[in-house]
T-cell receptor, first 115, second 113 residues
């Protein structure tokens, strides 16, 4: 079945440091790939997405490129801020024959950014 | 547009009771999905509804059920609660066409004592 593996946390960085969170996936077909972020006590917010190979998703300084050859979708940001402290989830979405889509998530990576 | 709303936000129940959670999707979104989030198991898919029909179901016991109304609002029900049902229950809505992105509500945090 489909699965997502992302680097275990926690990750602690200083403000303005470079961030990479690795994510690899296993899927049949051509899934869409997502990064969601969860702030304490809240639900999931979509951060960025990519729907086909070589697509680059970007938002709020975060980027991730859909790499089919390495089945990866690593999240990067050039300069993190304290406000980026949150849990980040990599996910894939695949559609079944009945048209239903479901998300399969990685286990999440907790990021703490210190001033 | 208003986002996905879920009620209640917090709930405390005791073992053996049942609970009903509610979700109102983004206006125009006809697909509603439910997920359970726990520290041990992470985020797991419960079920997905479209046009008042369950189209997909995750690997959860029959105590977990749901429904969708004609206005796309959805409810999920858990009967005979167990301690392990304590979790954050997240609802997400999406367009059917074009497909894809699911938008999440703030969740209902359920504590079973």
């Amino acid at each position: 079945g489909n699965s997502v593996t992302q680097m275990e946390g926690p990750v602690t960085l200083s403000e303005e440091a470079f961030l990479t969170i690795n994510c690899t996936y296993t899927a049949t077909g051509y899934p869409s790939l997502f990064w969601y972020v969860q702030y304490p006590g809240e639900g999931l917010q979509l951060l960025l997405k990519a729907t086909k190979a070589d697509d680059k998703g970007s938002n709020k300084g975060f980027e991730a490129t859909y790499r089919k050859e390495t089945t990866s979708f690593h999240l990067e940001k050039g300069s993190v801020q304290v406000s980026d402290s949150a849990v980040y989830f990599c996910a894939l979405s695949s559609r079944d024959q009945g048209g239903s889509e479901k998300l399969v998530f990685g286990k999440g990576t907790k990021l703490t950014v210190n001033p | 547009k208003a986002g996905v709303t879920q009620t209640p936000r917090y709930l405390i129940k005791t073992r053996g009771q049942q609970v009903t959670l509610s979700c109102s999707p983004i206006s125009g979104h006809r697909s509603v999905s439910w997920y359970q989030q726990t520290p041990g198991q992470g985020l797991q898919f419960l079920f997905e509804y479209f046009s008042e029909t369950q189209r997909n179901k995750g690997n959860f016991p029959g105590r977990f059920s749901g429904r969708q109304f004609s206005n796309s609002r959805s409810e999920m029900n858990v009967s005979t609660l167990e301690l392990g049902d304590s979790a954050l229950y997240l609802c997400a809505s999406s367009l059917v066409s074009p497909p894809g992105t699911q938008y999440f509500g703030p969740g209902t945090r359920l504590l079973v004592l």
